[in-house]
C-alpha cells in the first residue's frame, strides 16, 4: 500500500508538471505568435538609426563642416564694438607757445581726467599669401573625408549585423538540429526498452541508449544558450534590444547565391570608403603645407575705425581712420619652415599607409572570394553527405528492430547523421557570412551591390 501511494502521489505530481509546462509553453506560443518578425532588413534599419558609432560619425561630419565655415569665415570682414572707459590722476597737458615768439603763452590740456570711448572696427584681410584659400581646401577635404568615414562606419555596423544575424540564424539551425537528435534518441530509446521488455536484448543496450539520451540532452541545452548569447551579440550589433518584442524570422534551410559585379579587386581599390578617406586626408595634410607656406608672404588687411572721445557717457565728440596694413616677416627663426615640413611629411606618411591599405584591401577581397567559393562548394557536399547520412540511419535502425544489425550500428549512423546535419547548417552560414564579407572588403552595399 505505501508503495501504491507513493506511485499515485508520483503521477499527481508528473500530471501537474506537464500541465504547468503546457500553460507556459502555450503562453509562450501565443506570445511568440504576436510578437514581430526580426529580418535582416529590420535589423539594419535598427541599427542605422540607433547605433551609437553612426551617431558618432554624423557627429564628426557636423564637426567638420563647422571647422569648413569657420574657415570660409576669414575671407569676410570683422566688425568690432569697442566701449572703453579710462580715468588718471591729473589731466595730461602741455604748454601752448606763441607761434612767433615761441613764449609760452597757456597750459592746454591733452585729454580728459574720466574718458569715455566708443567706436565701431571693421577689419578686412586683402591678401595672406594664399593661406586661406589653402586652408578653405584643406578643410573642404576634411569634411570629404569624414563623409567618406561616415560611409565605412555605416558598412562596418551594417556588416556586424549581417554576420550577427546569420550567426544568431545558425545558432538557431543547430538547435533544431539538435533536438531532432534528441527526438531520434528517445524514439530509439523506446525501442531498445521495447525490446529488452521483451527479452530480445540485454539491459546494457537500454543503459547505452540512455546514456546517448542524455547527451542530446545536454547538445540541445548547449545550443539553446548559444542561441541566448547570438541574441546579445546581435542586440550590441544593432545597439537597440532586440528580444523582446522581436522573434527571429525562419532560418534559411539553403543558400542562396546574390549577383556580383566583376573586376571586384579593381572596384575595391576604386571605391573603398576607407581608403578615399585617407586620399582625402593626403590632399588636406598637402593644402596645410600650402596654408603654412603662405605665412611666409606679405599679409596685406584694410583696417577702419569710427571713434566717439568725451569726458561724459555717451560721448559725442567722433573720428575715423581708415588704415592699409602690410605685414611680411622676414624672419622667424625657421617657425614656417617647420611648419610646411611637418605637413608635407604627414601627407608621404598618408601615402605610404595608402599603398599598404591598397595591399591589405586586395587581400581581404581575394580571401572572402575564396572563402565564399569554398563554402558553396561545401554546401554541395555537404548536402550529398545528409542524404547518404540519412538512408545509413533508417537503415541501420530498421536492421536493430529486425535484430540482424547492432545497437552501436544506430548510434553510430543516428551520430553521422547529426554530423551531416551540423555541416549542412555550418555550410549554408558560412556562404553568407562569405558573402558578407566579400561585401563589405569590396564596400558594396548589403541588398543592392552597390558603392555607398
Known amino acids: 500500500m505505501p508503495g501504491k501511494g507513493c506511485e499515485n502521489v508520483k503521477r499527481v505530481f508528473m500530471v501537474s508538471l506537464c500541465c504547468a509546462y503546457l500553460f507556459v509553453w502555450g503562453r509562450t506560443v501565443a506570445f511568440a505568435a504576436d510578437a514581430p518578425v526580426l529580418t535582416l532588413e529590420k535589423a539594419m534599419t535598427i541599427a542605422k538609426e540607433q547605433h551609437p558609432l553612426l551617431s558618432a560619425a554624423r557627429e564628426k561630419v557636423l564637426r567638420v563642416e563647422a571647422k569648413l565655415r569657420e574657415v570660409e569665415a576669414g575671407f569676410g570682414p570683422k566688425v568690432d564694438a569697442v566701449l572703453s572707459y579710462s580715468q588718471v590722476k591729473d589731466i595730461p597737458t602741455t604748454k601752448a607757445l606763441d607761434p612767433g615768439t615761441g613764449v609760452p603763452i597757456g597750459i592746454v590740456p591733452l585729454g580728459y581726467e574720466k574718458t569715455y570711448a566708443a567706436g565701431l572696427r571693421l577689419t578686412q584681410l586683402l591678401y595672406t599669401g594664399g593661406s586661406l584659400r589653402a586652408n578653405r581646401k584643406a578643410a573642404e577635404f576634411e569634411v570629404d573625408s569624414a563623409r567618406a568615414e561616415e560611409v565605412r562606419t555605416f558598412q562596418s555596423v551594417e556588416n556586424s549585423v ?18 531532432e537528435a534528441l527526438l531520434l534518441a528517445q524514439e530509439h530509446l523506446r525501442q531498445v526498452e521495447a525490446l529488452y521488455n521483451n527479452g530480445v536484448v540485454a539491459k546494457n543496450e537500454v543503459l547505452r541508449v540512455q546514456v546517448a539520451v542524455s547527451s542530446a540532452q545536454l547538445d540541445r541545452i548547449s545550443a539553446l544558450n548559444t542561441v541566448d548569447v547570438m541574441w546579445k551579440a546581435l542586440e550590441r550589433a544593432t545597439g537597440a ?45 598637402l593644402a596645410y603645407a600650402d596654408a603654412a607656406a603662405g605665412q611666409a608672404r606679405p599679409q596685406v588687411s584694410l583696417q577702419g575705425e569710427v571713434t566717439r572721445t568725451g569726458d561724459s557717457f555717451f560721448p559725442e565728440d567722433d573720428d575715423w581712420k581708415v588704415m592699409l596694413v602690410a605685414q611680411w616677416r622676414l624672419y622667424d627663426s625657421g617657425e614656417v619652415g617647420s611648419r610646411v615640413e611637418q605637413a608635407r611629411a604627414s601627407s608621404r606618411e598618408l601615402l605610404h599607409n595608402m599603398t599598404d591599405m591598397e595591399r591589405q584591401v586586395s587581400l581581404e577581397v581575394s580571401t572572402a ?3 565564399l567559393a569554398s563554402a558553396q562548394v ?15 540511419y533508417r537503415m541501420a535502425l530498421k536492421r536493430y528492430t529486425a535484430q540482424v544489425g547492432t545497437n552501436i550500428d544506430v548510434l553510430d549512423s543516428r551520430l553521422a547523421l547529426n554530423s551531416a546535419r551540423t555541416a549542412l547548417v555550418d555550410a549554408v552560414y558560412d556562404a553568407y557570412s562569405g558573402y558578407a564579407d566579400l561585401l563589405f572588403a569590396v564596400g558594396l552595399d548589403a541588398f543592392e551591390g552597390k558603392t555607398k
Open 241 to 285: 534590444q532586440l528580444r523582446p518584442p522581436y522573434e527571429l524570422e525562419e532560418p534559411e534551410s539553403d543558400y542562396v547565391a546574390s549577383p556580383l559585379p566583376e573586376n571586384l579587386e579593381q572596384l575595391a581599390l576604386a571605391s573603398r570608403a576607407d581608403l578615399l578617406a585617407m586620399a582625402h586626408l593626403r590632399n588636406a595634410a
Open 369 to 371: 572570394q575564396l572563402n
Open 378 to 392: 561545401r554546401i554541395q557536399v555537404a548536402q550529398d553527405q545528409l542524404l547518404s547520412a540519412e538512408e545509413d
Open 162 to 179: 549581417r554576420k550577427n544575424f546569420f550567426n544568431l540564424q545558425r545558432a538557431v539551425s543547430k538547435l533544431k538540429v539538435a533536438e
